[in-house]
């Protein structure tokens, strides 16, 4: 069982990347979470609304990252997430996903997440509150 | 054009965390963690049952704030908040509801913007809140005039 306890300030998460993005990936995500607003899903919408083409739902980019948390819910769990879309996400970007430790104490661990593109452009940036059951 | 409505909530709805929506929605997100879908592992974990992702309550049903109708088209999804007193249970009934915390209008490159910061909850059936989330969402000014329109 992977544990957070030895984590110290400036330390990291292993991080995560993700596949290319799909239409498939975004059609799911609509599916699954009733937002069906179709600049995520149908190119003419999209260019309607003036983008170069349809957008991963940020909603889709914030609970994909989550997901780097999910295998140390048996030491605590998320109380606080908060984050900013900062860039759009387009098909077949290549997302990473990354944590590092800003604040530890024995309550819980604070970490900066963030999605970065394969630019290099942060497309999500936030903060993570991990409480621990101590 | 909503600082009527801040302050204003919906009534509560019922909603029941479902064990194949939160499969769905964990499969959407890329994270098929079998405390999430495998019932006997959710079982055998510290919470004795599956769990929710944290992102999960997008998928929820939080009621009408009566009169406020958001545009369809064209929010822009600014930022995002989740506050947890503990994960949501597959299985267990929530109460969601969701108010207008704060709208206001700011000038940008593209003209004059609204942002409207909108909760959602969730408490259990005795009322204790379990999640409380906030998103700001933003209305640009084409938008803004076709709704005034």
New interface residues.
Partial sequence: MKSLSGLERGQSLEEVT?EPVTRL?LI??A?????F???HTIDE?AAK?GLPGIIA????T???L??LF??Y??EG?????????TGMVFLNDVLTLQAEVEEKSEQSIVFNVSAINQNGKTVVKGKVKFRL?G | MFESFIGKTSPKVKNVIERGSVKKFALAIGDPHPLYIDEEYGKKSRYGNNIAPPTFPRSLEYGEIEGMELPKKGLIHGEQTYHYTRPLLVGEEVYCYTKLHDYYEKEGRSGKMGFIVLDRCGDDRDGRQIFSSRAVLIITETVRKAMMA
């Fill in positions: 993700l990936d799911k995500y599916g699954a979470s009733g937002d607003n179709p600049i919408e609304a739902h940020g909603m889709w914030m609970g994909n989550a997901k999910t295998p819910y048996e769990f998320i109380q606080d997430y908060t984050v900013r879309f059951y």
